[in-house]
Every structure is written in structure tokens, then in C-alpha cells.
């Protein structure tokens, strides 16, 4: 389906990341936001808070994140497209709430402009330490998706990216931007609505008394109904089965659990997207995420002067995680390379997935920086050797 | 939040010797009166007893029985709920109930409505989500005291203050049941709660002084006896506008009557019956409810005052004239 034309504001504009973002979870269809103000990430509320009321869309702010994701989890079963946003430490509150999300299945997109942590931490200054949260942040065994924008413009394509494969697959998607992109003011171009592919929520065509609101059939992501249209299911965070009912049979339990990751990690390959360049005949690979991937193009470049033979792995999907592609590259290179602004996360993924064929190196950074290119450099120059 | 159901029964067997476990059915009203056959035996494959029972169109008679322990008051007041919703003919396709967790937050599951069971506190964040983006449906939160008002309490004070359309009936039963018992934001001081073992010592929330001090544009309370005032006021609030709230003093057999030696539900009902004074109009800083004293019940506000949906509309309306487009009552859902 196309997007809406009345959200899409089509041209070339001068937009930071956060902006940005808020243009593309318009242009995607949403029309619910609720959010709680901090820094780094208010200026994506703020300006929903100027279009929505031109567009037919609510905002509200409420009173904490905790209240910010559950109002989007129960805004989403209305049928709307929805989204919340904000930084670590509301991240941690809205924890629950994913959860929730997550076991209902409900299609919701999450920002997180990550700054320094832990705890209050850097509030204004850049972090990337909240990629573990991300994936693992609430109870329980479950799988989502996660985004790295690099740039305002990626922050307008993969916020609509986010709300797609939200639809697609009845899960939170997260958009993990960092401060750097998301205060970064660049050329954004928004193209025609024609030209912008969005996916609609996939409301059952089933007669009320046919519906059972978590069966499957060979597509692992069951059909959705909305509240209000005589369906009268019910939806719970217990687990439950095909009727959505509570239930503490072990059987149902593993049906579900097991359906609510592999809808993920089955479906790897067609939600994986990466960049790669200069990987084909290299020594050395850089994997690197969101501004750090831009800083690290410095740092090949530098040592590249040093005859370093590198390439690099952007993750613009950093979950699930592309373990295949590196398991590939780490039976031909000789080592990866992985600067990050924290210290250490993604490079347990590169290590685990490279299983002992290719050295990995963690190139870390404590944040409210980013990497200076030279440190990324030598270490590539070291591992090449 | 686990408790091992088998075993509740046998709590309310185990309770100590002194305590008087024969109720008098004829001191209760008769109002209240249940055909008590109907309660007492446990239904069958054959039986037909729910299909012929009035609310049966209003229950997942298929998650039947329901997990509340006997002499419960949580499903009186669902019951109450679903004849209001029979006596106003009440649209049930665009009724939904949003619930928390706890005992109370079972009546999600159990009512044959779209129906939400969320996580602990958050009934009415996420309530809110969806009554905002979908303003035709009706909303009612149902959930208990401590998931309300205890680790939800701040929802609940900023819905008030905000006056969301939201109808919220919170069922007190003074402790946290699904847990085994434990001290909750409503406990009256003195109560022996399992968390409290010597007593409470602290200050209970006056919940109808917090709803009405917080702007909510309804306020009653009564006890899980007075099933058709109850019902009239789930009615009253259903016609109305904005933040509504109806708390309803209901007994917790197993645990609170249990731990503090007081009886059965039933001699809670004989309690309710000789202790409730209905004063309709009291002034909410009066209503405190202390250890085993007198209930105040009552409609004890009633005004009208904007909603969040119409300040919102008004608002905008006026700031941005013709440019204003306003979610759709059936929600912003694009189809090209």
C-alpha cells in the first residue's frame, strides 16, 4: 500500500535525526504517539505534537514512560499505527510494557536516542550501550527487531522500515538511534507518497465466530483484530492459547514462546539488512552500527594508508542479528573489528557468530564521545597483522 | 503473583476454631439473595445453568468456573456490571474492559467483551491509548485496589486530573489477594495483612478524597451487598463523561477475613450490612474507611467538568480553526 499523501511532506529538507524520524513515523501511517519528555529524543514528540493535530492524530504526553508504552500497546489494538520514544533511562521503565507487547503481539515502534550510561548518566551526550536492553531488557524468552539509523536520512527510511515490519511480523520494532544522529542536521529527502511503500495492519477477514485471536496457519504471526469491531477477543500478557485465553499447560506454553522468537529469528533472512563495502578480498572487516559506523569509515580510510585490506559490516538490523553473514566472512578474514560506544555489547554477537574462525577485536568507547578514527585505525592495523 | 488455587479451599477450612463460620442468611437484604443452589454446586457437563443464567450473553461461560475463591466478592461485582449493561442496552461491540493483575484483573478474562488483561498498575495507561485512538468505544477500567492505587497509583491520579473518559470500578478488598495476603495502599490501620503480620501501622488511602481531589467528575462507593445500587451507579457513571470512578468494598474470604479472624465473605456481608451508612453527597474527607468501623457508601460527586477529548477538541479547534482534523470516533486507520 501507499502511504497517505496528507502526512507525507515530499521535498528536500534540512531535518536533524529526531525530525526526521517524526517525518517518517507520519509517513509510515502513525497516528498515536505517547511519550515523556527527555533528552535526547524529546524533539521527535515535540514535533508530533505539532503535526498530529493537522493530520488526524493524537498525542498525549503522559505521566511517565511506564504509562507512555502502555498507552501505545493499548493504542494499537484500536487498530492505529503507534510509536513512543525516548532514551535510557526510559527505556528501562518502559521495559514491562515491551514485554507486554511483545507477548500480546502487538505492533508498536519504539525510538530510543541512546545517550551515555548507566543510569542518569550523559543525558545529553551520545551513548550505544543500550544494544542488550534492547534485545533482552524485559523477562522472559521472547525476539524483536532492531534498527541503527546512521544519519537523518536513514532516520526518515527506517523509522517507515520500523512501522513495516511491526505490521508485518506483530512486534515492537525499535529504532535505536544514537544522540549523535539524532542532533545531526542533514539533507533529508522525502520522497512523493506514491513512491513510499507502507504496510497496512493486517485485519482478519474472519466472521467473529471463525476468529481465534492467536491461531496460525504456516505464517507464524496471527491475524489481527481490533477493539470495537465485534470480535470480543480477549488478549492477555499469561500465557495463553489459540483463543487467547490463560492457560498453565507446559504444551501451550512452548507453542507460543517457541512461535513468539522463531517468528523472528525464522524470518532472519528476509528482515536482515546490512551495508557492506570492500568485504569481497578483505583483511580485516569493521562491523560497526549507527554514527560509529561513520566515524569508522575514517578509521579505514587512515589505515588503509597503512595497507590495511579492510572492509566494512554496517548492521542497520542489529536484531536479530545477521550471525550467518559474519559466520561467512569469519571463514575468510582474519579478524573483525568492532568499535562501539559502549563497552563491549555487539561484539559478543560478532564473537559468537564467528566461532573461534577469525579473531575479534572490541574497539570500545565508555560514551559521551564518539571514537577518535585514529583508535579505530590502529586497531584495524593490529589486526590485520 | 502465583498462588497454588488447590490450596484455597482449604484455607478457608483451616480457619481458626474461635471464628463463627455460620453467617445468618436472613440478616443480609434481600436484595442480595442468590438462588443459593446455583452458588453452592459446582456445574456439570450436562448442566445448562449458564446459558440460562441472565448474564450468561455477558461471560465467557466456557472459562467457567472462574478462579475466585467462594464467598469472593469480585464476581458480584461483575455481575453488577453486566446487568447494567443489559438494563442500559448497552452497544457490547464497542464496550471493552481493560484490567490490571490481581484477583480483579481476572474480569477481563472473564467477560464476553473485547477485553484486555494488562500488566500490573497499567490498566489505565493502556485504557487511555485506546480510548484516545478510537473515541467511540466505551472504556471501563475494572481492576483492584493495590493494582489501582498502589504500583498504578500514579495513573490513576493523572487520568483524574486529566478527567479521561474512563469509567474505573476498583473492587477494595483492603489486601493483595492473588499473592497470599499481603499489606496493600487501602489496608485499614490495625489489619493483620501476611506482610503485617502484627498489625498494619500505616495510613490507608481515602480512594473516593483521592479520585474527587484529582478532578474526576464521579465518585461513589459502595460494598460488593448492595448489588442494585451498585448496578444504578455503574449505570449513572456509564452516562456520564469523563473519569469515573466507583470503588467497591468487597470481601476476601480466604485471606483478609482469614488473617484477621473476622469470618467468612458471608459474615463480611453481615458486616457490610450492619456497618455501611449510605450519605449520598458526604463530603470526601470524611470517608476514610478505618478497622472494622463504619463505611460511608454513597454518590459523593456527580459535576460536570470538561474531558481530556473535549479540552482537546476545544482547544485546537479554537488555536487552529479549519486546519484542525481530529482523530475519526472510529480511529486514524488509512486504507488506500
Not at chain 2, 465467557?60 to 443489559?86: D, F, Q
Amino acid at each position: 500500500m501507499k502511504a497517505d499523501p496528507r502526512g507525507v511532506l515530499t521535498g528536500a529538507h534540512y531535518l536533524d535525526g529526531d525530525f526526521a524520524c517524526s517525518e517518517g513515523a507520519i509517513a509510515a501511517g502513525c497516528r498515536f504517539v505517547a511519550g515523556y519528555p527527555i533528552t535526547p529524543s524529546t524533539e521527535v514528540v515535540e514535533r508530533i505534537s505539532r503535526r498530529f493535530p493537522l493530520i488526524g492524530g493524537t498525542f498525549i504526553q503522559m505521566e511517565d514512560e511506564l504509562a507512555s508504552m502502555a498507552a501505545v500497546v493499548g493504542a494499537a489494538w484500536s487498530g492505529v499505527k503507534c510509536m513512543t520514544v525516548t532514551s535510557g533511562p526510559g527505556f528501562s521503565l518502559m521495559m514491562e510494557n515491551i514485554g507486554l507487547a511483545a507477548m500480546m503481539e502487538t505492533p508498536c515502534v519504539v525510538v530510543n536516542v541512546q545517550r551515555g550510561g548507566p543510569s542518569t548518566g550523559l543525558p545529553t551526550m551520545v551513548g550505544q550501550a543500550d544494544m542488550m536492553q534492547v534485545r533482552w531488557g524485559s523477562h522472559g524468552d521472547y525476539a524483536i527487531i532492531a534498527l541503527c539509523p546512521q544519519s537523518p536520512q536513514e532516520a526518515f527510511d527506517l523509522t517507515i522500515d520500523a512501522f513495516n515490519l511491526a505490521e508485518t511480523y506483530r512486534v515492537p520494532v525499535f529504532l535505536m538511534m544514537d544522540e549523535c544522529v539524532g542532533h545531526m542536521t542533514e539533507k533529508v529527502l522525502i520522497p512523493p507518497a506514491e513512491k513510499i511503500e507502507v504496510v497496512p495492519r493486517a485485519f482478519t477477514k474472519k466472521p467473529p465466530d471463525a476468529y481465534r485471536p492467536y491461531s496460525t496457519d504456516g505464517w507464524p504471526v496471527p491475524e489481527f483484530a481490533r477493539a470495537g469491531d465485534g470480535y470480543r477477543f480477549h488478549s492477555t500478557g499469561l500465557t495463553h492459547d489459540e483463543r487467547g485465553y490463560p492457560t498453565m499447560s507446559l504444551k501451550a506454553q512452548a507453542a507460543l514462546v517457541e512461535r513468539l522468537v522463531t517468528k523472528i529469528q525464522g524470518n532472519a533472512d528476509r528482515i536482515i539488512r546490512l551495508e557492506e563495502v570492500d568485504t569481497t578480498g578483505a583483511d580485516v572487516v569493521v562491523v560497526a552500527y549507527g554514527i560509529t559506523a561513520r566515524v569508522a569509515r575514517m578509521g579505514m580510510e587512515l589505515a588503509r594508508k597503512k595497507k590495511a585490506r579492510v572492509g566494512l559490516l554496517r548492521l542497520i538490523t542489529a536484531w536479530p542479528f545477521p550471525e550467518q553473514r559474519i559466520g561467512e566472512l569469519a571463514g575468510k578474514v582474519s579478524a573483525f573489528v568492532v568499535p562501539e560506544i559502549n563497552l563491549g555489547q555487539m561484539v559478543r554477537e560478532v564473537e559468537r557468530a564467528a566461532a573461534g574462525r577469525a579473531r575479534v577485536v572490541s574497539v570500545p568507547h565508555a560514551g559521551g564521545g564518539v571514537h577518535e578514527p585514529e583508535v579505530i585505525a590502529e586497531a584495524i592495523v593490529r589486526a590485520a597483522k | 503473583m502465583s498462588t497454588n488455587l488447590n490450596s484455597l479451599p482449604e484455607l478457608v477450612t483451616n480457619s481458626p476454631p474461635d471464628v463463627e463460620l455460620n453467617g445468618s442468611p436472613e440478616a443480609v437484604a434481600p436484595e442480595e439473595s442468590e438462588p443459593r443452589s446455583s452458588v453452592l454446586r459446582q456445574p456439570t457437563a450436562e448442566d445448562i445453568w449458564f446459558d440460562e443464567h441472565p448474564i450468561a450473553p455477558f461471560v465467557r461461560t466456557e472459562r467457567m468456573p472462574h478462579i475466585w475463591c467462594p464467598s469472593c466478592g469480585i464476581g458480584t461485582v461483575m455481575k453488577c456490571y453486566a446487568s447494567a449493561l443489559e438494563a442500559m442496552g448497552a452497544d457490547l461491540d464497542k464496550t471493552v474492559v481493560v484490567s490490571g493483575i490481581g484477583c480483579t484483573g481476572r474480569v477481563a478474562g472473564y467477560v464476553n467483551l473485547d477485553s484486555f488483561h494488562t500488566t500490573h498498575g497499567r490498566a489505565i495507561p493502556f485504557a487511555t491509548g485506546l480510548k484516545l485512538s478510537r473515541p467511540e468505544l466505551k472504556v471501563t477500567v475494572f481492576s483492584g485496589d493495590g493494582d489501582l492505587c498502589g504500583i498504578g497509583g500514579n495513573h490513576f491520579i493523572h487520568a483524574a486530573r486529566r478527567n479521561m473518559d474512563l469509567l474505573v470500578i476498583l473492587v477494595n478488598n483492603f489486601i493483595y489477594g492473588m499473592t497470599g495476603g499481603q499489606n496493600a495502599p487501602t489496608t485499614p490501620a490495625g489489619a493483620k495483612t501476611a506482610t503485617m503480620s502484627f498489625g498494619n501501622f500505616e495510613p490507608a488511602f481515602n480512594l473516593p478524597h483521592l479520585a474527587a481531589s484529582c478532578g474526576a467528575s464521579y465518585v461513589a462507593r459502595w460494598t460488593a451487598l448492595h448489588v442494585r445500587r451498585l448496578t444504578k451507579a455503574i449505570q449513572e457513571a456509564s452516562a456520564k463523561k469523563g473519569f469515573r470512578f466507583i470503588e467497591v468494598i468487597a470481601p476476601c474470604s480466604t485471606l483478609y477475613a482469614r488473617l484477621n479472624k473476622i469470618g467468612t465473605g458471608l459474615d463480611l456481608m453481615q458486616f457490610y450490612h450492619d456497618s455501611a451508612v449510605v450519605q449520598n453527597g458526604a463530603d470526601t474527607r470524611e470517608v476514610d474507611i478505618t478497622y472494622q468501623d463504619h463505611i460511608v457508601c454513597g454518590k459523593f460527586v456527580d459535576r460536570e467538568r470538561p474531558t481530556f477529548l473535549e479540552m482537546m477538541h476545544d482547544h485546537y479547534g479554537k488555536v487552529l480553526g479549519d486546519r484542525y482534523v481530529p482523530t475519526p470516533p472510529e480511529g486514524s486507520v488509512y486504507h488506500d
